[in-house]
Each structure stands twice: as C-alpha cells, then as structure tokens.
C-alpha cells in the first residue's frame, strides 16, 4: 500500500508560480514512475508530467518548457514546479504512482490561475 498527499495548490495570477508537492509513504525510488496529472472542471484527468525510476522525465505539450517534475529521494517526494502559469492551468492536480501491480493516486490539490 502507497499513500500519496499532494500540496502546494492555490490561487496565483497568470504568469505566476507555484510549486506542487507529492509526498509518499514509501521511497519514490521503488515505484517504476511517478506521474502528475490534472483534471480541469468538466473535463477527463489527462497525464502533465512523469519521472520514472531511472530519472527520465517526460511532459505533455501544453506543459513543456514552463513546468518541472524533479524527485527527492531523501524525503520521498516528487514536485511539480510550475512556471508562467495561464488560466487554462486551472485544475485539480493529482500525483499517480505507478506500478507493475497497481496504480495509487493522491486525493489532489486544487489550483486556479486567474487572468
């Protein structure tokens, strides 16, 4: 069993940022990725960002070049550093960990970019 609590959300103005956090029960080395995902009112969760176990990080276009998902190993948590935030960044954001056997997620934290 993995239990994930995200923090970090809340309200910023466009352009500004925030820094996400996911912390986990266990070492985040165990698990073969770690995504962030978000999911905006009325819409499907769709995938943000993810690091695998060897480190290898990938992003959704929308994303790419204004967001940052690092690991800490120490303290078992995983961020989303989020730059140059728009409304349409406006979601819930939930952390997934992910395995061969099952997937855990987070309950999620909210984030509103206001224009």
Same mark, same amino acid.
């Given at each position: 069993?993995?239990?994930?609590?995200?923090? *970090?959300? @809340? /309200?910023?103005?466009?352009? @500004?940022? $925030?820094?996400?956090?996911?912390?986990?029960?266990?070492?985040?080395?165990?698990?073969?990725?770690?995504?962030?995902?978000? &999911?905006?009112?009325?819409?499907? =969760?769709? /995938?943000?960002?993810?690091?695998?176990?060897? *480190?290898?990080?990938?992003?959704?276009?929308?994303?790419?070049?204004?967001?940052?998902? %690092?690991?800490?190993?120490? +303290? +078992?948590?995983?961020? /989303?550093?989020?730059? =140059? $935030?728009?409304?349409?960044?406006?979601?819930?954001?939930?952390?997934?960990?992910?395995? %061969?056997?099952?997937?855990?997620?987070? &309950?999620?934290?909210?984030?509103?970019?206001?224009?």
């Amino acid at each position: 069993q993995v239990q994930l609590v995200e923090s *970090g959300g @809340g /309200l910023v103005q466009a352009g @500004g940022s $925030l820094r996400l956090s996911c912390e986990a029960s266990r070492s985040v080395f165990t698990a073969e990725a770690i995504d962030w995902y978000r &999911q905006a009112s009325g819409k499907q =969760r769709e /995938l943000v960002a993810s690091i695998t176990s060897s *480190g290898s990080t990938i992003y959704s276009y929308s994303v790419k070049g204004r967001f940052a998902i %690092t690991r800490d190993n120490v +303290n +078992n948590t995983v961020y /989303l550093q989020m730059n =140059r $935030l728009k409304p349409e960044d406006t979601a819930v954001y939930f952390c997934k960990w992910h395995s %061969t056997r099952r997937d855990y997620w987070g &309950q999620g934290t909210q984030v509103i970019v206001s224009s």
